[in-house]
């Protein structure tokens, strides 16, 4: 029989504090801008990633983080990610794909929408890594300052 899969809460926390320190890190002058846009290089390939600020308030806060690879085919489209801030907490947290809704924490297995039962926690990691790259491989581009 197969056991039911249980979040660690713990390691998914950490997970979201670490990945709230990588964005402030990327973003130092997060009151003032609004868009920023890094090249990252790879062996062969470079991207564009870009995190966009969509909503801003007092404790919480939403980014939009995409990628495009300079070799990218219209038919395979990279998964754009909506961040939610929670600046109380210092934790960034991935809460859907851009025209998904809302991550549910966990699901059974098998669904109807091909879900992982860990799937949310999936996507803070790879979140988390694609932070790290900026942060190791990344050449900043022009920001994109509010008005």
């Given at each position: 029989?197969?056991?039911?899969?249980?979040?660690?809460?713990?390691?998914?926390?950490?997970?979201?504090?670490?990945?709230?320190?990588?964005?402030?890190?990327?973003?130092?002058?997060?009151?003032?801008?609004?868009?920023?846009e890094f090249?990252?290089?790879?062996?062969?390939?470079?991207?564009?990633?870009?995190?966009?600020?969509?909503?801003?308030?007092?404790?919480?806060?939403?980014?939009?983080?995409?990628?495009?690879?300079?070799?990218?085919?219209?038919?395979?489209?990279?998964?754009?990610?909506?961040?939610?801030?929670?600046?109380?907490?210092?934790?960034?947290?991935?809460?859907?794909?851009?025209?998904?809704?809302?991550?549910?924490?966990?699901?059974?297995?098998?669904?109807?929408?091909?879900?992982?039962?860990?799937?949310?926690?999936?996507?803070n990691q790879?979140?988390?890594?694609?932070?790290?790259?900026?942060?190791?491989?990344?050449?900043?581009?022009?920001?994109?300052?509010?008005?």
């Amino acid at each position: 029989m197969k056991r039911k899969y249980v979040p660690d809460l713990t390691r998914q926390m950490a997970q979201c504090q670490i990945n709230y320190a990588r964005i402030m890190k990327l973003l130092p002058d997060f009151e003032s801008c609004d868009e920023r846009e890094f090249r990252v290089g790879m062996v062969q390939q470079q991207a564009v990633v870009r995190i966009e600020i969509d909503e801003r308030f007092r404790y919480t806060s939403t980014l939009l983080l995409s990628y495009v690879h300079e070799s990218d085919s219209r038919w395979l489209e990279a998964p754009q990610l909506i961040v939610r801030l929670y600046h109380d907490a210092r934790m960034a947290e991935v809460i859907c794909l851009k025209r998904r809704r809302q991550l549910s924490g966990v699901y059974p297995y098998p669904n109807g929408e091909m879900h992982q039962p860990d799937e949310k926690q999936q996507l803070n990691q790879y979140l988390g890594e694609w932070l790290n790259l900026c942060l190791d491989h990344g050449f900043e581009m022009e920001p994109v300052l509010a008005d």
